[in-house]
């Protein structure tokens, strides 16, 4: 999932995020969350509510567009792009 970061947060720079999801266990859940969402072709969503670690192996995720999910997985991937032009 890459999720732009506003500038006002991060030192005045627009920075794209990506966060990946390894080894999720409630695939099939997590899959039918994000297919709710309207389809657009570059999968827009306007606001993240909450992402947090909430277990050992769980995390909650709430857009605006989907609601609240817990996604379990095995490990979760941080890294960032590049800035916003």
Do not use: H
């Amino acid at each position: 999932m890459d999720i732009s970061l506003d500038s006002v947060w991060n030192g005045g720079e627009a920075i794209i995020a990506r966060i990946r999801f390894g080894g999720i266990q409630n695939y099939a859940e997590v899959r039918a969350y994000f297919q709710s969402m309207s389809p657009s072709e570059e999968r827009m969503i306007e606001e993240i509510i909450l992402l947090k670690k909430t277990g050992k192996q769980s995390w909650s995720l709430e857009l605006d567009a989907a609601g609240l999910i817990c996604i379990k997985c095995l490990n979760v991937e941080e890294s960032r792009l590049y800035p916003v032009k």
